[in-house]
């Protein structure tokens, strides 16, 4: 399965979230599955994708050529893309699930696209939360009082899950 991942180009204040980023990389290749991500070295995408490598899996990276400097050229496959919109089509494009790890505005903007296209019936892949520590409860809520206010139809969640633990994980993969 090729599992898309969007997760922080920084490492975050706490070493929980390294942590986490190394867990799911050494699941994702134990599982003899294929990482595709945003094809960087920094932060946790480089955490990441080392630990895929590490325990012997496949990587796709997907990045624009503007951020040539991290880009990761230890990966099976690296795609150099024009821009942030045809990385983030490629990256959904080629994911049979997509998983958010702790990230920024970036990480919450692909894994909108990914359930607004959830909710489309463009696809039926699975949309991942790693809710670690509460991270994204906010966003939970959010989602809760958008079919609260009637703003959207609880059905449109369906597929998205939010798991506080790696090894959660693990029955999905």
Not at 25 to 30: H, V
Not at 40 to 56: C, E, F, S, W
Not at 104 to 123: F, P, R
């Amino acid at each position: 399965m090729n599992i898309t991942v969007f997760l922080g180009s920084n490492p975050g204040r706490d070493e929980k979230y390294t942590t986490l980023a190394a867990e799911v990389g050494k699941m994702i290749a134990e599982g003899g599955h294929t990482l595709v991500y945003g094809g960087a070295t920094n932060g946790l995408m480089g955490i990441l994708a080392r630990n895929v490598r590490d325990h012997g899996g496949h990587i796709l990276g997907v990045i624009p050529g503007f951020f040539h400097e991290v880009q990761n050229t230890d990966v099976d496959e690296l795609v150099v893309v024009q821009n942030m919109q045809e990385r983030k089509k490629l990256l959904m494009d080629r994911g049979s699930m997509y998983i958010a790890l702790p990230g920024g505005i970036g990480t919450l903007e692909e894994m909108a696209d990914a359930i607004s296209a959830l909710k489309l019936k463009h696809h039926h892949n699975l949309c991942i939360f790693m809710n670690l520590d509460g991270y994204y409860e906010p966003l939970k809520a959010m989602l809760q009082k958008m079919y609260d206010e009637g703003f959207a139809d609880p059905a449109s969640l369906e597929g998205v899950l939010f798991l506080n633990h790696a090894e959660d994980l693990g029955r999905y993969l």
